[in-house]
């Protein structure tokens, strides 16, 4: 709301984890003390509830499977406990599973 409306004050603090002035510039780009996790779990939510009306089996965050001993592309998360924003069932192709990666 004070972004909205350009109020003054607030309930933020002074400076943000990182150390730097917590301005609402700073605060909406900032990924250690910002509203950008915020942004992207509303995104991933609203997003899954969708899914949800549409599809079967709709998981928020589920892990995937490990990949040891697979060539994969440099780049990617392998370490065990990875995982994806949003997986869902007949997306493409009757019972096949689709992940979906959200970047905000």
């Not at 309930?11 to 992207?40: D, F, M, W």
């Not at 869902?88 to 992940?99: T, Y």
């Amino acid at each position: 709301m004070q972004c909205q409306f350009d109020m003054v004050g607030g309930a933020r603090p002074e400076r943000c984890a990182c150390t730097q002035p917590n301005t609402i510039e700073h605060a909406l780009s900032c990924k250690l003390g910002g509203y950008v996790t915020l942004r992207h779990n509303n995104v991933r939510d609203y997003i899954s509830a969708e899914l949800d009306k549409v599809c079967f089996n709709t998981v928020v965050e589920p892990s995937l499977e490990p990949t040891k001993g697979r060539p994969l592309p440099a780049g990617l998360i392998v370490e065990d406990g990875a995982r994806h924003d949003v997986s869902s069932r007949v997306f493409w192709n009757p019972m096949d599973k689709a992940f979906f990666y959200v970047r905000v």
